[in-house]
């Protein structure tokens, strides 16, 4: 029998072996993934933010980042690129401009240092006058 597997078989029969042994497996076939956002994600916020900053679980290849900001017209508010953060190699920065009171897109792509692509938005809105109804 053992002549008759497969290379999917035996992926198979090697997980279930290093689960029963309690052998954690999770990490060899994650992929890089947002941890944390600022501002975060669906936040209703009083005042406008100077930054976007997203922090992923695994080291950024800064070269390949994107990171832009829409407005409610869908438009880019920055040419600003994004950067890594200088204390640490899993988050990215992106400087803001001076925002209005509004709805607000994240739009995201970083490719992490393993090779895998992470692509992603979310959006934050700020309060502001009569549009907070």
Known sequence: MIGSLNIHSCARLCLIILLALGIPVVSAWAHSQLVKAEPPRRAVLTKPPTQVRLWFNENIEGDYASLVVLDAKKQPISD????????????????????????????????SVDGHVVESSYDFSIKGGAQEK
């Open 80 to 111: 600003v690129k994004p950067t890594l953060a200088p204390d640490d190699p899993k988050s990215i920065v992106l400087p803001l401009p001076e925002l209005t009171p509004g709805k607000y897109a994240v739009k995201f792509r970083v490719l």
